[in-house]
């Protein structure tokens, strides 16, 4: 699936284990808005876990990036909430839930999908990349709701 995002020149990956801090770990943009993939480590390779994104479309059709807390995907990823783990910060959420499934380490990559150079909403991409896995595989990564 990362193969998808070749193009996107605004992008990276970060591990993370839940007795780390997820703000000091996470090295996404705060001023962007993009896609990002979740894997878990289970006998040396990587799960797909999760599939999400940052920013949302404005009813006059531009994007519209989160600006409070650390901003952008970063903001996203360490204060929104996750789905499937209820009203509680990703921060808390994932490495509660990590010791509790057993998951040591997570790898995040993420890729800044609207910038100058393309205009693809992350929404949109989201919408798109969990349908295709859903086709392919019968249901949602385990992370999803």
């Known amino acids: 699936m990362k193969e998808l995002f070749k193009k996107y020149a605004g992008k990276g990956r970060f591990d ?9 770990k996470c090295n996404a943009p705060t001023d962007k808005s993009g896609v990002y993939l979740i894997y878990k480590l289970a006998d040396g390779e990587e799960k797909l876990i999760y599939i999400g994104s940052s920013g949302q479309k404005n009813k006059d059709g531009s994007l519209k990036t989160r600006k409070s807390g650390l901003g952008g995907m970063k903001d996203r990823l360490v204060n929104g909430y996750h789905p499937k783990f209820g009203k ?3 921060k808390i959420a994932w490495p509660n839930n990590m010791k509790k499934q057993g998951i040591s380490k997570i790898v995040v990559y993420w890729w800044v999908t609207f910038d100058n150079q393309h205009s693809d909403f992350p929404t949109d991409m989201e919408k798109k990349l ?4 859903f086709l392919k595989f019968g249901c949602l990564p385990e992370w999803h709701k």
């Open 88 to 90: 509680v910060k990703r």
């Open 130 to 133: 969990t349908n295709d896995y």
């Open 16 to 24: 993370f284990s839940p007795d780390e801090s997820l703000k000091d």
